[in-house]
């Protein structure tokens, strides 16, 4: 089945505007939700107060993308930002999910946004689908995260899209970008712990793919081969042609971003397996991170 019609909240966001391109670039009609007064033909506002999203706006698509969030880049996670960061997930998808479930089996699909960090904190294992979660913030999060999407109801096809840290100028790479730059970049805590990534590319690309294909449930979105922190940095300065010498030691990073920072995004060892993607027949055009780094430097400012 191709989509001829696709509902996207969060389209403002990084991974939702590249989406949203994508397909308006295959003649997909695409309905952007949006969190102001709607200025074009294509946007309906919601969640600027407290009515229900009415379901007729989901009525007829053949999936809803729900991308919401706030960034899990801005630092600190102060008490108050944690609980932004609760709510800007929480909030749009159980708005969605009641719509959808008022839908019954008319609902199009549900492709909702979650993340790796679902996995904690878990050295020596290779995660798949049915791994458990971890115990950090953010495996918390992810969590309630997945359970209030599938509140949509047996009715709806969910699927859970637990996306690993974006290697783009505008996801992970930033401030690793950044030092790099200034030649301060080095192994962060041990540096040996891996790193679940993905392309921007292959991102967009997956998530049309699972809108296309029969897949329900929980699925990483990362790539399929393993890297750790370091080899990730280094890497990156190779590419740019600078050091990377400086270590930055976990005490330091707990310090400097807090510890549930910290200790969500980048001390965490989660080699997270692309098992149900692969398995669903999808194949990456950037296998490593060393091609998505690349793919990633060579994109205009």
């Known amino acids: 089945m191709t989509a001829a019609h696709v509902v996207v909240a969060g389209a403002s966001g990084l991974i939702g505007g590249a989406l949203t391109w994508s397909l308006r670039a295959d003649g997909v009609r695409v309905t952007r939700l949006v969190r102001r007064p709607a200025q074009a033909p294509d946007e309906v506002e919601w969640l600027t107060d407290d009515a229900p999203l009415d379901p007729d706006v989901l009525a007829g698509a053949d999936a809803v993308v729900a991308l919401n969030g706030a960034s899990i880049g801005r630092l600190p996670w102060t008490p108050g930002y944690r609980g932004t960061l609760r709510s800007s997930r929480l909030a749009p998808t159980r708005t ?31 995660l798949t689908e049915a791994s458990t979660p971890g115990d950090t913030f953010l495996a918390e999060l992810c969590v309630e995260w997945e359970r209030a999407a599938r509140e949509a109801g047996p009715g709806t096809r969910v699927v859970l899209l637990r996306t690993a840290p974006l290697l783009h100028r505008q996801g992970v790479l930033k ?11 080095g192994p962060l805590g041990r540096g040996t712990q891996v790193w679940p990534w993905i392309s921007l590319d292959d ?3 997956a998530i049309r793919h699972l809108i296309d294909h029969p897949v329900s449930g929980p699925v990483n979105l990362a790539g399929p081969t393993r890297a750790t922190a370091s080899e990730i940095g280094r890497a990156l300065a190779s590419q740019m042609h600078r050091p990377f ?4 030691p ?24 692309p098992t149900a993607l692969e398995a669903s027949g999808f194949t990456f055009q950037h296998p490593t991170a060393g091609s998505a780094i690349a793919a990633a430097l060579a994109e205009p400012r």
């Open 96 to 126: 969605l999910a009641a719509a959808l479930r008022e839908l019954c089996t008319d609902a199009p699909a549900f492709l909702s946004a979650s993340a790796t960090g679902f996995y904690g904190d878990r050295p020596g294992e290779r």
């Open 175 to 185: 401030p690793l970008v950044a030092l790099t730059q200034l030649g301060v970049s």
């Open 203 to 205: 991102e967009v690309r």
């Open 245 to 248: 010498l400086l270590p930055a």
């Open 250 to 273: 976990a005490w330091a990073l707990r310090l400097g971003l807090g510890r549930d920072a910290a200790d969500s995004l980048l001390l965490p060892d989660a080699d997270a397996a």
